[in-house]
């Protein structure tokens, strides 16, 4: 539309140059840029005013530093508008739709925000005596409570800060074990279509990790599984639902064979958001099992916050657990912090401190505010929207696997063939749409994949729209017709290509002064 005096009111009214239009400043109007902060700084200049500091001794022995030590010196403005700008390069789940597979980046309640900013537990210190901190304590607590009422397991470790770490967590306590038991097993099964972090945990803790194969249907093939197993295999660490957003059917006769030559069932629980109230994995057998915290219970990740991975525990595991934990007694909760008493077969302390306490606070005001019918319903909605997106794809793209998918949908890249368009362009072209992305090329077990998880926040509209921008961009791809529009995107980034492989083999990881 033109205004009343002829001139454009939207951007891509502007004769056609946005693409090419330069500004002086490099800033597009909204999309702004900013140097390094190192670039900003100007010797001398200061942002707070602070009194002379008085005489004082100091006890370094004459090892103090003499010259400064290269922070650059800023305005507080400055600071501000540096953060802001780079926020603003960066997208987010309260900026748009999200749909990284593997990740459920769901909507963050408010409510859960504003309780982690109460003071009372807010403004605390992890060093504190107990009986100051009694609410935090029954606060962590009461969540372990609840996620071993929700997975059916009798004991639970809070301590471990993600899910790579819960995994560190559960193979230590088989170790521990089997260490118990003056057995030395060296062998770890774990599936083709593993999140990364299972075989690196298993490797990590000294053993070695024995492939199993996908049978043609996602699914890990029991048949070769049960060829591998022997008395030396520790366990199994199995993804239920897995990565290629498919429930393991044969997860109980997994559970079975495993314990069958005395080795231990691993559950990597990233995907429970799918399951969440539908499924106890306690009655699947499973004997360890992370859940993220920042996934299935919300405060998504990844420039959102700080991860948790408590790990819940069978009877057979729970006394290998870490410490520390809380206890309740009469006198209120205290913290088993040692390896002595209860805890003397405990395989230790994982971490500083008792856990990410707001990323507690934030899970149980999740649960608390959905209820026990509300957690349930999160499982089914995410699985009907995730199936919604498959429906809404599926003739234009295909799913290596058939039938009905768990809370993800999983396509390869094979209706891309000859296009000279490859998952990663798809990738770049929707960036220009406004969307996050999905996740690419994993699981690797699938050629080009492309992993969409739409998670249960989001409305039909969104997901309406999605599919839409989905379809135009592949159909367009498929067409073979300006394969540049996708080879060129993103167009509308603030920044666009980058060299990933330089990044990645030669990473310049610090800023050095032009001057020196
Ligand atoms: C996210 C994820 C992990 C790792 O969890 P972090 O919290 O990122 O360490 C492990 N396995 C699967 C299947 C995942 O999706």
Partial sequence: MLNNVGRPTRPEEMDGEVDNFETYTGN?????????????????????????????????????????????DLSEPQVLRHYVRLSRQNYSIDAGFYPLGSCTMKHNPRINEKAARLPGLGDIHPLQPVETVQGAL??????????????????????????????????????????????????????????????????????????????????MDIEAFKAKLGPD????????????GLFENDVKEIADLIHGVGGYFYC?????????GRTRVGDLGVDAMHINLHKTFSTPHGGGGPGSGPVVFSDALAAYAPVPYVVKGEEGYRLQEQVEGDAQDSFGRMKG?????GMFIRALA???????????????????????????????????????????????????????????????AM?????????????????????????????????????????????KAQSGESPEHFTQAPRF???????ETSAARKPVLRWTSSAS
């Fill in 233 to 244: 295999v520790a366990g199994v660490m199995l993804t239920n639902p897995n990565t290629c």
């Fill in 138 to 219: 029954e606060l962590i607590y009461e969540l372990g409570e609840w996620l071993k009422t929700i997975t059916g397991m009798p004991a639970v470790a809070m301590s471990p800060a993600a899910g790579a770490h819960g995994e560190l967590c559960g193979v230590m306590a088989i170790r521990a074990a089997h260490d118990a038991k003056g057995e030395a097993r060296t062998r770890i099964l774990v599936p083709e279509s593993a999140h990364g972090t299972n075989p690196a945990t298993a490797a990590l803790c000294g053993y070695k990790v024995d492939a199993v194969q996908a049978r043609p249907d996602g699914r």
């Fill in 353 to 357: 401190n008792h856990g990410q306490m």
């Fill in 493 to 499: 980034a603030p920044r666009r290509r980058l060299d």
């Fill in 366 to 428: 999740y649960m608390l505010s959905h209820g026990a019918d509300g957690l349930k319903q999160i499982a089914e909605d995410a699985v009907l929207n995730a199936n919604y997106v498959r429906v809404g794809l599926n003739d234009l793209l295909h799913s290596p696997y058939d039938g009905i998918c768990m809370h993800e949908a999983l396509f390869d890249d094979s209706t891309l063939k000859d296009t000279g368009v490859t998952t990663l362009d798809i990738a770049k």
């Fill in 28 to 72: 597009k109007a909204l999309n702004l840029e900013t140097p390094l902060i190192f670039e900003q700084g100007e010797p001398g200049r200061v942002g707070v005013d602070l009194p002379e500091p008085k005489e004082f001794t100091d006890r370094l022995g004459g090892l103090s530093r003499e010259g400064n030590i290269g922070l650059p």
């Fill in 431 to 475: 960036i220009d749409e406004g969307y996050h992305p999905m996740t690419m090329y994993f699981p690797l077990v699938v050629h080009g994949a492309m992993l969409i998880e739409p998670t249960e926040s989001e409305s039909k509209e969104t997901l309406d729209m999605f599919i839409g921008s989905m379809r135009h961009l592949i159909s």
């Fill in 268 to 276: 990597d629980g990233a995907n429970f958001n799918a399951i969440l």
